[in-house]
């Protein structure tokens, strides 16, 4: 499965190697935390469930996402 380029809805980086995909805010416009981000997922975007996807690859377009298990914040 390819995955679009993706950027942290709280700092702006893009294509970071781990991603957290909120399950509440998923569709069209997805809201996605960086690993940094996820540790202030409480106050940056609170009362939502995030699903960590891990990326393989160089954080290029091209990668390859796998899902995992979920966190709650």
């Known amino acids: 499965m390819l995955i679009a380029p993706w ?4 700092c702006g980086r893009q294509n970071g190697m ?7 805010c998923r569709g069209a ?3 996605d935390l960086c690993e940094q981000c ?3 997922a409480s106050t ?3 009362y ?3 699903q960590l996807v891990q990326n393989a690859g160089t954080g290029t ?11 709650l914040y």
């Open 7 to 10: 950027f942290c809805d709280s």
């Open 18 to 24: 781990i991603r957290y995909q909120c399950q509440h």
């Open 29 to 31: 416009n997805t809201y």
């Open 38 to 40: 996820i540790l202030h």
């Open 44 to 46: 940056i975007h609170p």
């Open 48 to 50: 939502h469930r995030f």
């Open 61 to 71: 377009s091209n990668w390859v996402g796998r899902e995992r298990t979920a966190v």
